[in-house]
């Protein structure tokens, strides 16, 4: 099973743009106590693969006792690559 979760995000021209929203994507928690945008995700795929009955209620197909599951986030233009290879340097 794919889970594809596709996040809008802008284009972001400086590095300081890109690092500002790339840190929504850390996978932790806020200053403010919330959950930051992959956490959430990862939060919503534990819950996919913990409730494959759901699942497969949900979707029709059936049985999903023995799928393999990955998942991935999608977005509509390539804003972390840039980033990356600046903060390697």
């Not at 999903?64 to 990356?84: I, K, M, P, Q």
Request: glycine share 6%; proline share 1%.
């Amino acid at each position: 099973m794919l889970a594809i979760e596709c996040k809008d995000v802008q284009y972001r021209k400086t590095y300081s743009e890109i690092a500002e929203q790339l840190a929504d994507f850390r996978g932790g928690t806020r200053s403010n106590g919330k959950d930051d945008y992959l956490r959430k995700h990862l939060v919503r795929m534990g819950l996919i693969r913990t409730d494959l009955d759901a699942v497969s209620k949900f979707t029709g197909v059936k049985p999903l006792s023995n799928v393999e599951s990955t998942s991935c986030s999608a977005t509509r233009c390539r804003w972390g690559l840039h980033f990356e290879k600046w903060w390697r340097k």
